[in-house]
Structures are given as C-alpha cells and as structure tokens.
C-alpha cells in the first residue's frame, strides 16, 4: 500500500497495540480502495448498505472512508 492516510495510521497502531481490527468493504471497491490487507479479517460484502450494517454489528467503534 502506498496511500497512507489517518484511518490506516488508526488501524496500524491498534493491530501494533494488540487490538482486533476487522475490515468490511464492497466487493465492487475491493481494488479502487486498496483493501487494507493487514487487518486481523477482511469482509467482503455485496453493498454500502450491507456493510454499514455489518460494520455496526461487530463493532464498538467504526472508521470509514
């Protein structure tokens, strides 16, 4: 990855940190937003909707893009 910005410093400090980081993206994005591909899971979804909805059901907090 070579576009670094404040939500992949966020998520890079908390895997450093020992913390569970899970990504949820649109199958459709996967390429165009460069997965992060050092979180603890990477879920593809089908759907905005689909992912704001499974975002908030695993999370005690949620970055997005």
């Avoid at 998520?11 to 050092?38: N, T």
């Amino acid at each position: 990855r070579t576009n670094i910005d404040i939500d992949d410093a966020v998520l890079d400090a908390a895997m450093k940190a020992g913390g569970e980081v899970i990504g949820v993206i649109p199958r459709f994005m996967e390429k165009a937003e460069e997965a992060h591909r050092g979180v603890t899971e990477l879920i593809l979804v089908d759907s905005m909707h689909e992912r704001k909805l499974k975002m908030h059901q695993l999370s005690d907090a949620s970055s997005a893009r």
